[in-house]
T-cell receptor, first 117, second 116 residues
Framework: AQSVSQHNHHVILSEAASLELGCNYSYGGTVNLFWYVQYPGQHLQLLLK??????LVKGIKGFEAEFIKSKFSFNLRKPSVQWSDTAEYFCAVNAQKGSSNTGKLIFGQGTTLQVKP | DSGVTQTPKHLITATGQRVTLRCSPR?????VYWYQQSLDQGLQFLIQ???????AKGNILERFSAQQFPDLHSELNLSSLELGDSALYFC???????????????FGSGTRLTVV
């Protein structure tokens, strides 16, 4: 079965520190990959997505992620975090392609990021 | 406002009862997905509807059912509720299936269900 693993469950950083959140998936075929963010009390919002082309994807709020196919990874990065980045971050994979794609997403368990001012 | 509307925002009910959660997708989106978010299980896919028809099913209990109506809004029915059903239930929508599904979802704000 397809699965998504986020290695860090809880990360605490100081403002201006660099961030890298790990995400690995298990699926041998082609995939669409997503990172979503959930700020406290809010709905999930799309940060960035990859489905083809340049494996380095840039998203909103200065976030980026790199798809490394050989490692089945899609790690999220930000060079300098802010207090407002405090939130929960979810990696997700859509492991179907083409006309049979239902769009179903499998989510990782999430990583809680706490940024200290 | 994401464009996906979920009602009610909060629901408190007793064990054994039945509730209905409602979701209106973003304008133009034909696919609706339901997810359950709990502390121990994370985000679990329940079921998907596309243009009125069921398209994918996940870990949805037999006590739960859903449907999508001609106006594309969807309802998730939860019956014989147990304490363990307490969770945040999210609805999401996307433009469609196939290549239209490549673009990810837009999520609603969720319904927090508390079973007492």
């Amino acid at each position: 079965a397809q699965s998504v693993s986020q290695h860090n469950h809880h990360v605490i950083l100081s403002e201006a520190a660099s961030l890298e959140l790990g995400c690995n998936y298990s699926y041998g075929g082609t995939v669409n990959l997503f990172w979503y963010v959930q700020y406290p009390g809010q709905h999930l919002q799309l940060l960035l997505k990859y489905f083809s082309g340049d494996p380095l994807v840039k998203g909103i709020k200065g976030f980026e992620a790199e798809f490394i196919k050989s490692k089945f990874s899609f790690n999220l990065r930000k060079p300098s975090v802010q207090w407002s980045d405090t939130a929960e971050y979810f990696c997700a994979v859509n492991a179907q392609k083409g006309s049979s794609n239902t769009g179903k997403l499998i989510f990782g368990q999430g990583t809680t990021l706490q940024v200290k001012p | 406002d994401s464009g996906v509307t979920q009602t009610p925002k909060h629901l408190i009910t007793a064990t054994g009862q039945r509730v209905t959660l409602r979701c209106s997708p973003r304008s133009g989106d034909l696919s609706v997905y339901w997810y359950q978010q709990s502390l121990d299980q994370g985000l679990q896919f329940l079921i998907q509807y596309y243009n009125g028809e069921e398209r994918a099913k996940g870990n949805i209990l037999e006590r739960f059912s859903a449907q999508q109506f001609p106006d594309l809004h969807s309802e998730l029915n939860l019956s014989s509720l147990e304490l363990g059903d307490s969770a945040l239930y999210f609805c999401a929508s996307s433009p469609g299936v196939g290549f239209l599904a490549n673009y990810g979802y837009t999520f609603g704000s969720g319904t927090r269900l508390t079973v007492v």
